[in-house]
């Protein structure tokens, strides 16, 4: 999120006159949140293409856009833009998670959700690079596991049955 003092902006993306009055009344009655709409997805581009949105609140049925045409095309010019859908379709929620937006809401949906929404979506956003280092790391960790494990070991013995005793001697044992 932005820094305390500078209010959150929405950039809601909804061509539903009743929908975008329900998403404004609700951003404006968030402390720290202010929303500025559009009504198609050329619009919400060339905003974007402009400084201070900070998530963007987007229905999927569009003008001049629908299903995931608006999505991939924000996510194509603006991928450091955190994402909230919002649609009645909720057939629609694997897709879009499934390409990156990080918050679904089904229409619809209370105000105190929304709100949570917006909030989630930007802290998401946030730790996406965090998790796929965190994933990365694990791979290259389980490469060199596997590659370690096929280090042939002296006496045909596994690396996990193999042992030595203090000083590198070994100690026969009596009768």
Known sequence: MPEQSQPTNVLIVEDNVLA?????????????????EVTTL?????????????????DLNLPDASGMEAIHKIQKFFPAVPMAVITGDGSMFEPCVRAGVQEFITKPAEPETVARALRYAIIRHQVRPFFRSVVEASRELGEAIADLKQIPVPDGKSQEGSSSKAGGAQQEEGP
């Open 42 to 58: 050329d619009d919400a581009l060339l905003r974007l293409a402009q400084p201070g949105v900070d998530v963007v609140l987007l």
């Open 20 to 36: 975008l009055s329900l998403a404004k009344a609700t951003i404006s009655l968030m402390p720290g949140f202010r929303s500025e």
